[in-house]
């Protein structure tokens, strides 16, 4: 997938993590397709309780977006290590404009105590879904600690859904003996964890909002954190102005955790709604034979990687040329392989995007709306334009404007077509900034196109506005230290604005980097994407 080539994953373990001929089933809900190597009856089972935790989740946070993401269930936690590439991760999930995926096991080794599959999928969709709802953004420590609240989820025969059960894999970090206090976890943004402290986070996170929602002791006062962090209210002061004296609420939380039994939430299955209709089918033998392929390359490919996977599976997917599933998966695989051929040496042309826009011509003999195909013959002309034929500008525009045609809701369709004006180095129309508006809207968990209209937004003088997407950005858990787009805020909220935030913007080297850029990022200037990657590379569970 072209929007996660920076993940970094080793040559010498991207052609064994899934079964190249497994019995795979397709199971599909209005929120989720997933794919599988289990039985129908254990396969809809599960959809059903992801619908279910979809729709808790949804009546609580209030998503703007209704997505469909699609989970990938692997046999084992070995195969979900061997496909990242990590030794330390459970399963990793990530959602971009291109869409929203997971990579769980089937099952998880019985020396891992409170930690399940289902577990691991339900933390990281916790993430995803805080990060749908436009309005309010979460810091960094609740985004952790609220995850680690509902990966616990438990599910009752009548659908009704309890939260709120002690993660046992956290038992060890609850009882600790360097527990971070309050103030050091609200403060965690601005002055990020450490080595081992990391798991603070996560530990005395779920800690302070099991106490703030289910305890019943402090009704209201987290929803008046939230809104004040919204404001633009400071962290501590926000905190301080919901909660009072937080040594006082540290004490409390203490007292809380020494309790012989927790609380837990019950959510009736009379507040959500119905899980929505499920269907379940095998997947022909096309897409059984290209789906390994599809997903090493939806897990991401880098200079090493690419080739070799392109040249694998052109073997599985030759005698399946009429097949649309199957040629819109080499697009992508041949697409990827030449783009980052192409910016190796800094030059693209034509002949080395022939064997991918032929694939994606295949794609459209097959099924003239296929959205995705439409979307890659538009990468293909604007790798070309930036490769120096910049006559093939407009016919990438031309593309990504079938493709929003085809489906007025594919936000990458609205994010590629604004970054061919920033590629060829021409000003946004305003068209193509109201598209990256819609875009966000359509897919608000992606960072990456929440920064680059927040910098766009920040160069219009639109500063109100850029305030509020650049938030969710600033509060990324998992972004480095060094934070580009919080040091932005910051600047904003200072009352920085025209010829003096425009400089600090290009201070920061933001705003630049776009798909179609061919020139590499020198020694000391990181790759801005980086700053943004919530779940692009995959996080130890």
Request: net charge negative; proline share 4%.
């Amino acid at each position: 997938m072209s929007r996660k080539l920076i993940a970094a994953l080793s040559a010498a373990t991207m052609f064994h993590a899934v079964p190249a001929h497994a019995e795979w089933l397709e199971a599909r809900s209005p929120h989720f397709i997933v794919y599988a190597d289990m039985s129908e009856s254990d396969l809809r089972e599960r959809i059903v309780r992801l619908e279910e935790f979809d729709s808790a989740l949804r009546g609580l946070f209030k998503p703007e977006s209704e997505d469909r993401a699609t989970i990938y269930v692997l046999g084992s936690i070995a195969d979900i290590q061997r496909l990242a590439g990590d030794r330390r991760v459970g399963g990793f999930y990530s959602s971009t404009a291109q869409g929203s995926q997971g990579f769980v096991p089937e099952r998880l080794p019985r020396e891992l105590p409170g930690m399940s599959a289902e577990s691991i999928l339900f933390h990281e969709y916790t993430h995803h879904m805080l990060l749908t709802n436009l309005e309010e953004n979460y810091p960094g420590w609740v985004h952790e600690g609220l995850a680690e609240l509902f990966m616990t989820a438990r599910f009752a025969d009548n659908g009704d859904v309890v939260i709120g059960a002690p993660n046992e894999s956290r038992g060890w970090a609850m009882n600790g003996l360097s527990r971070w206090d309050v103030r050091r976890l609200i403060e965690s943004d601005e002055k990020p964890p450490k080595g081992d402290e990391v798991i603070e986070r996560y530990s005395r996170g779920w800690a302070v909002m099991h106490y703030l929602l289910i305890s019943g002791k402090r009704e209201g006062q987290f929803f008046k954190y939230v809104n004040g962090i919204n404001r633009g209210t400071p962290a501590l002061k926000a905190a301080e102005d919901a909660f009072g004296n937080l040594d006082k609420l540290n004490t409390e939380v203490d007292v809380y955790l020494r309790s012989t039994r927790l609380p837990t939430k019950l959510i009736p299955a009379g507040m959500r709604q119905a899980a929505g209709e499920v269907t379940v089918s095998q997947l022909t033998a096309g897409q059984r034979d290209i789906l390994p392929f599809r997903i090493r390359s939806a897990v991401g490919v880098n200079y090493e990687t690419a080739g070799p996977l392109a040249e694998k599976a052109r073997i599985a997917a030759a005698p399946f040329g009429s097949d649309s599933f199957v040629q819109r998966t080499m697009t992508e695989i041949e697409y990827d392989a030449a783009s980052l051929a192409a910016r190796k040496r800094e030059a693209a042309t034509a002949a080395d995007f022939a064997i991918a826009d032929a694939a994606a011509d295949r794609a459209l003999a097959a099924d003239s709306a296929n959205t995705m195909a439409m979307i890659y013959k538009g990468r293909i002309a604007a790798m070309i334009a930036a490769g120096g034929d910049t006559s093939k500008w407009a016919d990438a525009r031309r593309w990504f404007i079938a493709a929003n045609k085809s489906n007025p809701n594919s936000a990458l369709a609205y994010q590629l077509y604004y970054e061919t004006f920033l590629a060829s180095g021409a000003k946004p129309s305003d068209a193509a900034v109201t598209g990256m508006r819609r875009a966000v809207v359509l897919a608000p968990a992606d960072l990456n196109l929440r920064a680059q209209l927040a910098v766009e937004l920040a160069r219009r003088g639109e500063l109100k506005d850029a305030e509020r997407v650049l938030r969710a950005v600033a509060f990324n858990p998992h972004a480095k230290p060094d934070n580009k787009y919080t040091k932005l805020l910051q600047s904003i909220e200072g009352g920085a604005s025209g010829d003096k935030l425009a400089a600090r913007i290009d201070e920061l080297k933001l705003g630049k980097l776009t798909e179609f850029s061919l020139e590499k990022p020198a020694a000391d200037d990181e790759d801005e994407t980086a700053a943004v990657a919530y779940s692009s590379a995959p996080e130890a569970r």
